[in-house]
């Protein structure tokens, strides 16, 4: 479509125009316009969310602690505010699951959804976790839906689609085509709840669903739960595909990736993405002029992420959900097991360095075990999430995951080789500093965060701090002390982040040219959440509710040849006060600095 270039600013909006009332609580917008100039021009605006993943208030029920990164009561005032007599609401999936959702799978209506349709929604489209819970329950959430629901890819045993693939709308005169799809690859994920169903691939039935409709619309909005690219190789599961098959599209709201992008031009369509969680909302406006023979033609699109922390809960929706907010803050602190014979972390030689960023404890191993165990994996790798992660002995709530593991990752599933296990376990041990003779505390490269250094299990190493970067993993063997060879082959476990953004792609550990990891499975268990509902889950119904504190011992730091009466001098000297580690401007990052003799000699 024409896409000539017009000033947003010939695109007045009329003000004292409502939105259409919503049901459940009948949000309107605070602020409205009409959006139209006069009877040749439109500014239609699109106002799409995804990836909410259970975010329905600013809280994190996972930690039981107030979380205003963002929220749907938060998006809520968002809409309001910039809501027009013009304006789709859409959301692109990904809703149901994650921050205690799945406690309200069972309610008439789920909270999400009472949500959605007190905002008026629209459109909405389904995410992956959608299917994590099985096609009844998944029918029963789609019912409670006012959008217009689609998913134009998903097919019943009896050959029946979940829900139609498009649908039109017309808003101000200009008739818009709306196309939803989810990515084909729910059928890697949740292939025992898919059985007898089929999934066919968003591209072809978009271009057949085009065909049909493109000279009855004036505006073609693709509303997809797929990422940018493709995963796995599979075509069509990435929307560029989408845009190159389809380049009618004049926006595609994309999704499942977790990242904001406010806006990308993929072969002349406006592509747009949302961080997960409540994070971000997209608004797009697509700018219609009405030609001499009454045609509407697409002149101009714009597009930005509005930034949700900036804007606060709307308190009509907080009413509406509070019974529900109640009922997930309860569950927080409902005792899921007991630790027993003592705390999981030791307590810190030294107050501001986490003694498990310098030797193996049971906390980090108790992470890895579990990852291993989701997995299957032969080796897991995680970080410290927080400096001051700790569980203590004595019982366990629902919510002291969070003290032991701070972010809202999920579990994936990688194939690597022996030299990329190697390179990867390099990388991570460029966090410290090369030890210096003299040096009688050990010293942090403070331009790197501390969550990315990672503990490995499955392996024995020493990490040699006098050696520099690179150098530093000795005697890497497995456990039974056979030596990693490079062209040993295994599974390995990561967290998202992880995987996303260090080892799937060539950035901090692997060159160009070089042999990626491949991915086997992105959310591990998404049904029961991401890794520190994991961790609850393996308490409860892998041991028992009784978990103990244990330390394997497998890595250990070599290479700090202090004398050992300098160290505890300086410890002591620290402890009291009398010399102090330096801090850096990023609170994420530890001491750069080490403790010398020379600073100890004069006391």
Request: net charge negative; aromatic share 8%; with cysteine.
């Amino acid at each position: 479509m024409e896409q000539n270039k017009i000033s947003r600013r010939n695109f007045l909006r009329v003000a004292g125009a409502s939105a259409t009332a919503a049901a459940m609580g009948g949000l309107v917008p605070a602020a409205s316009a009409a959006g139209i100039k006069d009877l040749w021009s439109m500014d239609l605006q699109i106002l799409a969310t995804s990836d909410t993943h259970g975010k329905f208030d600013p809280w994190d029920y996972a930690a039981n602690k107030a979380d205003a990164s963002g929220s749907v009561a938060q998006q809520a005032t968002a809409i309001k505010e910039n809501r027009t007599k013009t304006t789709l609401v859409v959301d692109a999936g990904d809703t149901i699951q994650a921050n205690s959702a799945e406690l309200f799978l069972k309610d008439d209506v789920h909270p999400m959804i009472a949500a959605q349709n007190a905002i008026g929604y629209d459109v909405y489209v389904t995410g992956n976790h959608e299917y994590n819970y099985g096609m009844a329950t998944l029918e029963k959430v789609l019912s409670q839906q006012k959008a217009k629901v689609l998913t134009g890819n998903v097919y019943s045993p009896e050959g029946k689609p979940l829900a139609d693939g498009y649908t039109i709308i017309k808003k101000g005169g200009v008739k818009i085509g709306v196309i939803g799809m989810v990515t084909p690859n729910i059928t890697r994920w949740d292939a025992k709840n898919l059985e007898g169903w089929t999934v066919t691939n968003p591209v072809d039935e978009s271009r057949k669903i085009i065909d049909k409709i493109k000279n009855d619309v004036d505006v073609i909005i693709g509303v997809m739960h797929m990422d940018i690219d493709n995963e796995y190789g599979v075509y069509g599961s990435g929307v560029t595909d989408l845009a190159n098959a389809c380049p009618e599209f004049d926006v595609i709201v994309a999704a499942h990736g977790h990242k904001s992008i406010p806006n990308k031009m993929i072969n002349g369509v406006l592509v747009v993405e949302n961080k997960n969680a409540g994070a971000t909302v997209s608004d797009i406006h697509v700018y219609l002029e009405r030609g001499l023979n009454g045609k509407w033609k697409v002149k101009d699109r714009t597009s930005e992420n509005l930034i949700i922390k900036d804007y606060a809960p709307d308190p009509e929706l907080t009413a509406l959900l509070a019974e529900y907010d109640q009922r997930a803050k309860d569950d927080a602190v409902t005792p899921i097991g007991q630790l027993v014979g003592g705390d999981l972390a030791p307590e810190n030689e030294i107050d501001c360095l986490p003694q498990a960023m310098v030797q193996d404890t049971a906390l980090l191993d108790f992470i890895n075990e579990v990852q291993m165990y989701y997995t299957d994996a032969r080796v897991s790798a995680t970080a410290l999430t927080s400096m001051t992660s700790q569980m203590r002995e004595g019982t366990i709530r629902k919510c002291d995951m969070a003290s032991i593991y701070t972010y809202q990752n999920t579990l994936y599933k990688l194939q690597m080789n022996g030299w990329q296990l190697r390179q990867f376990m390099e990388w991570s041990a460029a966090f410290f500093k090369t030890w210096e003779p003299g040096d009688v505390t050990i010293a942090f490269d403070s331009s790197v965060r501390y969550y990315l250094y990672d503990a490995f299990a499955g392996v024995k190493y020493d990490l040699d701090i006098s050696k520099q970067p690179g150098n530093r993993i000795q005697n890497l063997t497995w456990m039974d002390g056979r030596p990693v060879q490079d062209d040993d082959s295994f599974v390995v476990a990561v967290n998202n982040y992880r995987a996303t953004t260090q080892l799937l792609a060539y950035a901090d550990i692997f060159k160009e040219g070089d042999e990626l990891p491949k991915l086997l499975e992105i959310d591990v268990r998404g049904d029961v959440g991401g890794i520190r509902e994991l961790l609850g889950e393996y308490i409860r119904t892998v041991k028992g509710g009784t978990i103990e504190p244990h330390v394997d011992n497998n890595w250990k730091l070599v290479g700090n040849n202090w004398n050992a009466a300098d160290h505890e001098k300086a410890v002591k000297l620290l402890r009291e006060g009398k010399l102090a580690l330096s801090e850096n401007a990023d609170s994420r990052t530890l001491p750069g600095k080490a403790i010398t003799t020379a600073d100890i000699a004069a006391f």
